[in-house]
């Protein structure tokens, strides 16, 4: 048995441990303040929220610096961490995997099971990350091994498996773009705008702006404010010319799968891990990278710009197995454990 934490901030986490777990040889149980998805293969242990109520009442969420949120006199964390140990208890699983918390890597390890942490790219050298991946039996990099994350120590490097970026359409045969050929005019190209759900950095205003400095583009926007949520947004990730997108993993895998040329503009996040794949972008020459959104003046140089550049270098970032690389790996690390 195999238990995966699945943190609750955007759908990256969540679609990332579906991908994986539907590959798994071994049982999977999710563990989660997000309720289960209709295709988990599993058990799922729901957990109680730990960032609800008035957050001035919080005090030292870090603990002196030493971790990275652990609400002082909360009952839904309190809740939360006991149900993990519960489980662990009931079950004596070979393996948790942590995507992505400190706190629940740290509680696993205490109670004597090993842990997987899923990697993220930035700045992770603050004690709380080093304790995190300095305790990992094994770390996973779901990016390709030709572009890792500078300045890593070799302890890191040594338990690191690069899996390439995986998704939940790997496998699908990406389609041409269609014509988009109006019947009276020239040909319209189409854009599609990717904003996602863990967090936004551009307003509907300079979405607007840059639509309207673009002629001869149509465009098309999922996700955020000022557009429509889509389950499935494979066709239209396929039928776009150029796809703009933050620097999130789960976006960039979900474009990389379609082979779409892309225009990726990284968002702030905690520990700079947007800018840091802009970078290795930039390094593998995979898309057109901005570092922060463009002036509206900008846009149509910059969504020509990707056209001609293709998205067929995709491929050097999501080889297409990424997710039965991770569970093969996953696995391994459990039957050794069980065979020591």
């Not at 048995?1 to 934490?5: E, K, L, P, Q």
């Not at 996973?140 to 120590?153: D, I």
């Not at 947004?233 to 796809?243: I, M, Q």
């Given at each position: 048995?195999?238990?995966?934490?699945v943190h609750h901030q955007g759908n990256g986490h969540l679609h990332r441990a579906r991908s994986i777990a539907a590959h798994c040889p071994l049982p999977v149980t999710g563990l989660s303040s997000l309720p289960p998805p209709d295709d988990w293969p599993g058990p799922w242990v729901r957990l109680p929220r730990d960032d609800d109520g008035d957050r001035t009442a919080f005090g030292d969420v870090t603990a002196g610096g030493r971790l990275h949120w652990a609400p002082v006199l909360h009952a839904g964390l309190r809740g939360r961490m006991a149900?993990?140990?519960?489980?662990?208890?009931?079950?004596?699983?070979?393996?948790?995997?942590?995507?992505?918390?400190?706190?629940v890597a740290l509680l696993a390890r205490?109670?004597?099971?090993?842990?997987?942490?899923?990697?993220?790219?930035?700045e992770r050298?603050?004690?709380p990350h080093r304790t995190a991946y300095d305790l990992a039996e094994l770390l996973?990099?779901?990016?390709?091994?030709?572009?890792?994350?500078?300045?890593?120590?070799?302890h890191w490097r040594a338990k690191t498996v690069h899996t390439g970026a995986f998704s939940r359409f790997d496998g699908r045969s990406p389609s041409p773009s269609p014509s988009h050929e109006p019947t009276d005019g020239p040909r319209l190209r189409q854009v599609l705008l990717l904003m996602g759900s863990g967090g936004?950095?551009?307003?509907?205003?300079?979405?607007?702006?840059?639509?309207?400095?673009?002629?001869?583009?149509?465009?098309?926007?999922?996700?955020?404010?000022?557009?429509?949520?889509?389950?499935?947004?494979?066709?239209?990730?396929?039928?776009?010319?150029?796809?703009?997108t933050h620097a999130g993993q789960n976006a960039l895998a979900e474009c990389a799968a379609a082979r779409r040329p892309a225009v990726v503009v990284p968002q702030e996040r905690p520990f700079g891990e947007q800018a840091a794949?802009?970078?290795?972008?930039?390094?593998?020459?995979?898309?057109?990278?901005?570092?922060?959104?463009?002036?509206?003046?900008?846009?149509?140089?910059?969504l020509e710009q990707a056209r001609v550049h293709g998205g067929e270098r995709w491929s050097q970032w999501a080889p297409g197995d990424g997710a039965a690389r991770a569970a093969r790996a996953l696995a391994d690390v459990a039957y050794r454990g069980r065979a020591r």
């Open positions: 048995m195999i238990g995966y934490y149900r993990i140990a519960e489980w662990i208890a009931a079950t004596t699983p070979a393996l948790l995997v942590s995507d992505v918390s400190v706190e205490l109670l004597g099971t090993p842990t997987a942490v899923v990697a993220m790219r930035g050298t603050d004690p996973l990099a779901p990016w390709p091994s030709t572009l890792p994350e500078p300045g890593w120590p070799q936004r950095d551009i307003s509907t205003t300079e979405v607007a702006a840059a639509r309207a400095a673009s002629p001869g583009w149509r465009w098309r926007t999922l996700g955020g404010p000022d557009g429509r949520w889509s389950t499935d947004p494979w066709p239209a990730l396929c039928e776009a010319d150029v796809v703009i794949t802009g970078r290795a972008l930039a390094r593998g020459r995979l898309a057109v990278v901005a570092a922060r959104w463009p002036q509206a003046h900008a846009w149509p140089s910059l």
